[in-house]
């Protein structure tokens, strides 16, 4: 390719990017239609005021010099005052015109730029609002396992440290691009009255600079992008030393200066990264600004020698040395704006990136079950993981399945319990019941219909889950309570009833507040509950949908005594007799009392029957329940 060939692709390569221009400029309007066309007109009169301001100065110089001459010319008496022979000259009254327009022109200029950087400051909060809002809700439309993807989670974490400061800054800049180019116009008028050459100069001082800055925004950008996974790390890093919930095992290990070491670590390989491209931006920024300032005096000999000749009036000269340095301002600021549109542009494809993630096909309609009462059906399910490798977030299968061709059926009013190792696939099972995860291949009925073919809502009311995980939300005891069903979240008589399903009602009844004290640290006067508190809490949260037909209990009762638990069960066993119960537990205490069990390993179901069946039986389940029988002796 020709060294003209590979200028054109490097100049479409950079305008390529300016496609999120109009996509910016329509989410500020959608922001704020009235702020936006406040916006558009301020910018408009700032942008053609300064020619006005400049021309009018020309006519005062000028007309300074001929009243000077007049003035000269002329005698008084000498008990004549100033201002009596100030205004005897006939051009007196037309520099007092001038005078009074130009500093209309001033003060009118000052209100646009004032209006313009009001308007920037409120749209800078509820644009920032707004953004985050897309992200937020566009996050609310992505499986489990494109938040599992880190890939995926940089592209969101990248998307909200910059997608807000850009969009505004993407649309300051357009209009301050718009207004130098008005400003241009009037000053290139102007010029042109001079010599067409000079507006050549004015393009060349500036082109290098605009050169050289796009150059390096493209670099910044390819550091802010690439460095992400160290940025991700540094985070999680600040998120271990940090948070409360960490502290107890940091400080026991003496794990606080090894990951201070790699935190700084990071940090270091980071701001050297900063520093090298800081130093040559700033240096060939200089060069530049030293290139401009040649060019500019040597317009300003021009002038000079011109004036000198007597080809340019004293008020012309003034006004072209002003027009001119204006000019080179506003050309500069407009190639910088150019430049930093372009930087816009590539942060703002990190949020576009994010949002045209594809998210989750609900096409579902369903809303009742083709056989009444049927139950849960699994039907030879298998799932693999996704790998996903790549800047493109593309994804491979796992190896090894999760699961493999699980089938089992439950009917109305039995319990199942899901017995196996860590890493079996007990609580990957789960999450495909509750459609967190699709099955790679087989199906998964309830009541007759693939759960694949229900509405997301109308199936997951029918649920009411506590995972082994479960959030410890910073909210009101009853508000901890009442997520479990957002709808009805400030029920109070629905709080009290589940609570005392879950257990929770004796020690809620003795927090300062009740169900309205404020729980965790994070907030004024919280107050932290024990490890089998917040459980049963989260077990309230469950019993919060009275209604559900299925209850789901990944190790619901880990860090209860064996006496809560007990009392758990029976409650279960006397709520839960039309519904159905599906437990996964290491308590075989627990697990015994299940209608039928199915133990895994590796993926697959190796036994399922009663818990006297799979003792007769004589095989993994009878093997780890005497493991366990053994341990109470």
Known sequence: MTLLGLFWQKVRQVFSVFSYGWQAIGLVWQTSAPYTLWFAVLTLVAGILPAGVAYVGKLIVDGVLAAS????????????????????????SQLVVFFAVEAVLVILLMVSQRGISIIQSLFRGLLGHRVNMMILEKAQTLSLSQFEDSELYDKLVRARREASTRSLGLVNKTFGLLQNAIGLTGFGVLLVQFSPWIIVLLIIAALPGFMAETFFSNKAFGLFRWRSPEAREQNYLETLIA?????????LFGLGSLFIKRYTAIFKKLYKEDRNLIIRRDSWGLVMDVFASIVFYGAFAWVIISTVLGQTTIGEMTMYLMVFKQGQSAIKASLSSISGMYEDNLYLSNLYEFLEQPGLERTGLVKEGAVINDGIRFECVTFYYDIYTGESGESTQNALPALHEVSFHIAPGASLAIVGENGSGKTTLIKLLTRLYTPTSGRILLDGTDLQDWDSRALHQQMGAIFQDFIRYQLLVGENIGVGRVEQIDDAVLWQEAAQKGQADDFIADLPSAYQTQLGRWFKNGIELSGGQWQKMALARAFMRKDARILILDE???????????????EFNT????????????????????????????????EMGSHRELVAHKGTYARLFALKAKGYQ
Not at 565 to 570: L, R, T, W
Not at 581 to 604: E, P, Q, W
């Open 243 to 251: 948070r409360e919930d960490n502290v107890k095992e940091i400080k």
């Open 556 to 570: 619901p009762t880990a860090a209860m005594d064996a006496q809560a638990e007990a009392d758990i069960f029976n």
């Open 69 to 92: 001459n007049s003035f000269s010319e002329m005698t008084f008496a000498s008990s004549s005052g100033l201002l009596e022979r100030f205004f005897s000259l006939e051009l007196s």
């Open 575 to 606: 709520k839960m007799a039309d519904k159905i119960t599906i437990l996964i537990s290491h308590r075989f205490s627990t697990v015994r009392t299940a209608n039928t069990i199915i133990v895994m390993d590796k993926g697959s179901v190796i």
